[in-house]
């Protein structure tokens, strides 16, 4: 919807010159994210999705008429909505195939009944080219399609109404869809946007109106820079275009030049703030970078480049040991013979150290001696000053024209893949200079050949090169690409062998880097593979909190670290098992260092996912600990507490244990951190674990948590919603709480929550509100809401976990909800969404549905009579055969209200159902056995069912029913053994 979709999406030529969204994956991304937007609009923000439009959205629809239920009356022009505007016209309009819509609320209503939602926002959008203009009118319009934050903050100013909060929520979505250009375009680019900006800041520095300079001025055509670092519109970044470039030379016309993958090239002028498709058109050959195109079109600038040498500042280098010290390349152990190493460095031989001599990677032999002194040029950049500095004289290096950072990088590899031991440490004591944080400088270090050259040194047995390799692979590994190249280039077997060589900091060193690369799954089954989790334990096995350990304490730490990455796969969390890995976490869980606590505790929560790990963390004593961080002054540690106590509640023993050591209390206060999102979303979920069990429920209530958990169901990320809204479920089990969630607000925000998307939160919402529907005071509340039909409406959802928790709700909805008769009849299409429901294969759907279909016959007849013409009696019949307990319960409750119906007893005979109910009554579950008497004296209503049942030996069961202690199921027993006694009475063959 504006900009973002008329340029940044793909577009194809259509018939009579309109144009179509091609079916390409950005496409489908941008719409997916529209889809998103609409749907969820109306439970977000209701006054913006109730605001009518300027101009109606028309568009062809796939809808029929039939496919409008409640809400919509039938008209001689088609079918149109009962919500109309101020002057009488439905804001809803469907005469097939054309639909017309009026505000976002009935938009979200109409994707909903449709069977491929993104065929219709294909269509709305592509026969509403301006529908920005349609939603907000040209005014508002104009502004969103300008981006203008001046304007828009005047706008604000003045009027704070319900079309301006509609025109900064498509202000956003505007921004998101652009993020998401963006996005897919970052995965394309090679060529790296940081040295298009290098090379302009360069450049600028030979700018200006004195002797020296060399253009007059060089400028981007654009200040506004992407989150990619682009500055090209998304249209054109997807044509591989990064920026844009104003010159003024001094012996030429002003020109525009463009920045693009393959290089930098003349345009036809593109212009500050508009610029049409014709002025990015290519004018010129295309130059590796800009200072060859200026050079190519400014006789001045390259006269006057080539007679460019300034004289350098150069500093004395620092003797390497001194250096080495500095950068933490010298183990402690050996910082004291650093006065005599340059002595004996002088007298080693340099053939001792050699990458290219390696096998499996390579690197051309050239002259290290001419290396080693170009490697001083280099490291006297960025050497800092002293008051010793010396000028000297230096050679014109022919690459200055290059951008500087990249060319000393570029060097510096260079150095790194020619220098003996000393070179390749001073090297990358530079290279450390670098923010190796950065992406653009650690894709850079790949590129130009320095992954590979790193992961070579870690063969080498020259420990002081290692531990400097490793400190570089440790910055840039953090990059998902380099993360994926080490494993490429079989990084990972070169530093696991590294856990095993007993200096404590090359161990920390190599264990985080593997933390950094075993982000995904074949980098973590690589791990696994060589040996690595076992090496990764033992670094475990030292003691958390004392002095004379500090190096094994952070080898530990750091080998922790890589076990949390490493436990995201099943199968390693059995291997750290086996290799006793369960106390070592339990003993450095005591510790007092909260940096060491953050990654035990994080592979804890990983693996308290398997029951195994569940019962060894209560047994080792770890419940204690882990309850205790709760209260330490740490968010992050806080919430990885609180996220293994979410994990590990699961079990009844375990929130006794939680409850003992007053874990309810420290939880209730982290709700006080609302700010802190993923805190907040980890202490409600261990919120609604502990409150399976009531005494935990009892202590919440004592902090007043079920008020805070009402007013978090507001403005909330998914995450959290989903663990306060199944809290609140376990509240509601104490009547009491029900009404407090009433009058709270709760229940609006509940069945605001059903117009959702996320499984998990419908499925949570809806078994919440089927619990809180028991309250007589709530049940008006959702009646007022047309809590029923929302409800209702889930059946269709996809995901048989939603379909089923919906159809449980609606069986305390429709046995206390007022005229609900009525309102089901209003439901067209909802009985056969039943019937269609009855033929999954998902046993907890059937035993749902079946429950539904029991509520909704129970003494209604046109209900029964209904279901009957729509085939409801073959397909529970179809049902019988099942041994799964909870569905048999619920079936026979059906087929027991579907007997009602007097010719069905008949029809459920002649289905089969008869024989398999038998075996009902032989089960040992009670309850089963409540529904099956009921089903049994219906059916035993039919003579020829009578003679089935005695046939199948029902009578002897039902003859121990008769004496139950429940006096309903002993009437019913005996009701039906009476009426297959009469029957043999009469006929003489009992």
Same mark, same amino acid.
């Given at each position: ?49 109730? *605001?009518?439009? +300027? ?27 009962? +919500? ?8 809803? /309009? ?32 592509? !026969? ?89 001025? @060089? ?57 049409? !498709? ?34 350098r500042k150069l500093v004395r280098h620092q003797e390497p040991p001194i250096k080495w010290m500095e950068h933490g390349l010298l183990c402690s152990s050996r910082k004291t013979e650093a006065q005599s190493f340059n002595r004996k460095q002088e007298t080693k031989s340099k053939a001792d150290f050699s990458l290219t001599s390696l096998p499996g990677r390579y690197s051309p032999q050239k002259s290290r001696s001419r290396g080693r002194s170009r490697l001083k040029d280099v490291l006297s950049e960025s050497s800092p000053e002293s008051e010793e500095e010396e000028e000297l004289e230096r050679r014109p290096d022919t690459n200055t024209d290059l951008p500087s950072e990249q060319l000393r990088l570029?060097? /510096? ?14 090297? &990358? ?12 400088? +650690? ?43 080490? =494993? ?25 880097t593997l933390a950094n690369v075993a982000k995904f799954r074949k980098a973590r089954r690589t791990v696994r593979h060589c040996g690595g989790i076992d090496k990764l334990v033992r670094l475990l096995d030292c003691s958390p909190d004392s002095p004379r350990e500090e190096q094994d304490v952070e080898a530990a730490r750091c080998g922790a670290l890589a076990l949390w990455s490493c436990s995201r796969s099943s199968r390693n969390k059995e291997a750290i098992r086996k290799a006793g890995g369960i106390p070592l976490l339990g003993r450095l869980l005591r510790s007092s260092h909260t940096d060491m606590l953050i990654p035990v505790i994080g592979t804890l929560q990983e693996c308290a996912s398997e ?81 399976? *069990? ?53 229940? !609006? ?12 939160? @419908? ?26 039909? @929302?409800?209702? *409406? ?67 007849? !046109? ?12 397909? @529970? ?84 029913? &008769? ?8 009437? &019913?027993?005996?009701?039906? =053994? ?13």
């Open positions: 919807m504006g900009s973002a979709l008329t340029r940044a999406a793909q577009w194809t030529p259509g018939e009579s010159g309109s144009r179509t969204l091609a079916l390409t994956p950005l496409n489908e991304t941008l719409l997916s994210e529209i889809l998103q937007f609409v749907e969820e609009l109306r439970s977000a923000h209701p006054e913006a999705a109730e *605001s009518e439009f +300027q101009e109606p959205l028309t568009w062809s629809t796939a809808l029929q008429a039939e496919d409008l239920h409640t809400g919509y009356r039938v008209s001689e022009s088609g079918v149109e909505s009962e +919500q109309q505007d101020g002057v009488g016209r439905a804001l809803l /309009l469907l005469s097939p195939p054309n639909v017309s819509v009026r505000n976002f609320s009935l938009l979200s209503e109409l994707l909903y009944l449709s069977n491929d939602k993104l065929a219709e926002v294909r269509a709305a959008l592509q !026969e509403n080219p301006d529908a920005a203009v349609k939603i907000l009118g040209s005014r508002l319009a104009a502004l969103l399609e300008s981006d203008n934050s001046k304007e828009m903050d005047k706008v604000k100013a003045k009027d704070r109404g319900v079309r301006v909060q509609l025109l900064l929520l498509l202000q956003t979505l505007n921004q998101q869809l652009l993020d998401r250009v963006l996005q897919q375009i970052s995965q394309q680019v090679h060529l790296h946007v940081s040295l298009v900006k290098n090379e302009v800041d360069s450049l600028q520095l030979f700018c200006g109106d004195d002797d020296a300079a060399l253009l007059k001025a @060089l400028r981007f055509t654009s200040d506004f820079e992407f989150v990619n670092g682009c500055r090209a519109p998304p249209h054109r970044q997807l044509l591989g275009e990064m920026a844009y470039i104003q010159v003024e030379p001094y012996d030429a016309e002003p020109f525009s030049a463009t920045y693009s993958q393959q290089g930098v090239f003349l345009n036809k002028g593109v212009k500050q703030y508009e610029a049409d !498709e014709s002025d990015y058109e290519r004018i010129s050959d295309t130059f590796e970078d800009l200072t060859s195109l200026l050079k190519k079109h400014s006789g001045y600038f390259a006269q006057n480049l080539r007679k460019e040498n300034p004289n570029q060097k /510096l590899i260079k150095y790194l893949r020619e220098g003996d031991q000393t070179v390749t440490v001073l090297t &990358m004591c530079s290279l450390m200079e670098f923010d190796l944080r950065h992406e653009a400088y +650690q894709l850079a270090v790949r590129d130009l050949g320095g992954l590979e050259i790193l992961l070579n040194v870690l063969d080498t047995k020259e420990i002081r090169c290692i531990i400097g390799a490793l400190k570089i692979l440790r910055l840039v590994s953090l990059s998902p690409q380099i993360q994926r190249s080490m =494993v490429k280039t079989r990084g990972v077997q070169s530093l696991v062998p590294l856990l095993d060589i007993q200096l404590p900091e090359l161990q920390a060193l190599a264990a985080e029951e195994s790990y569940r019962q060894a963390i209560r047994s080792e004593g770890m419940i204690k600990d882990l309850v205790k961080n709760l209260s330490r002054d740490n968010d992050e540690l806080q919430m990885h507490s609180a996220s293994a106590i979410f994990k590990c509640a699961e079990d009844e023993k375990t929130r006794e244990l939680i409850y003992q050591y007053k874990g309810p209390q420290r939880l209730a206060q982290l709700l006080s951190k609302a700010d802190n999102k993923p805190l907040l979303a980890a202490a409600t979920g261990a919120i609604w674990k502990c409150s399976l *069990s009531q005494k935990n429920v009892t202590k919440f209530q004592e902090h007043r948590v079920l008020e805070s958990l009402v007013s978090l169901m507001s403005e909330q990320p998914e995450e959290v919603l989903v663990n306060v809204v199944a809290a609140l479920g376990e509240f509601a089990q104490i009547p009491a709480n029900k009404a407090v969630i009433g009058q709270s607000g709760g229940i !609006e925000r509940l069945v605001r929550l059903l117009t959702g998307r996320n499984q998990a939160l @419908l499925v949570n919402v809806t078994r919440t509100l089927g619990v809180c529907a028991t309250d007589m005071k709530n049940m008006a509340i959702i009646d007022q809401l047309d809590g029923l039909r @929302l409800v209702w *409406s889930l059946l269709k959802n996809p995901s048989p976990e939603v379909q089923a928790s919906a159809a449980w709700a609606l069986c305390p909805i429709i046995e206390n909800g007022k005229d609900v008769g009525e309102s089901m009849r209003r439901l067209i299409g909802g009985f056969q969404l039943l019937i269609k429901l009855l033929k999954s294969t998902d046993n907890e759907v059937l035993a749902s549905i079946c429950a539904v279909i029991a509520k909704i016959t129970e003494d209604k007849e !046109e209900n029964v009579a209904l279901l009957t013409d729509y085939g409801v009696v073959p397909l @529970l019949a179809s049902l019988t055969c099942t041994a799964d307990d909870r569905l048999r319960r619920h079936l026979a409750e059906a087929i027991a209200y579907c007997c009602m119906w007097s010719q069905n007893r008949a029809a459920f005979g002649q289905a089969g159902a008869v024989a398999p109910l038998v075996r009902y009554v032989k089960s040992h579950n009670d309850a089963v056995h409540e529904t099956t008497v009921v089903a049994l004296y219906q059916l035993s209503k039919d003579v020829d069912n009578c003679i089935t049942l005695h046939a199948n030996g029902v009578v002897q069961p039902l003859l121990k029913l &008769m004496g139950h202690d429940d006096e309903d199921v002993a009437f &019913m027993a005996a009701g039906c =053994v009476r009426n297959i006694r009469k029957l043999a009475n009469a006929n003489k063959w009992l």
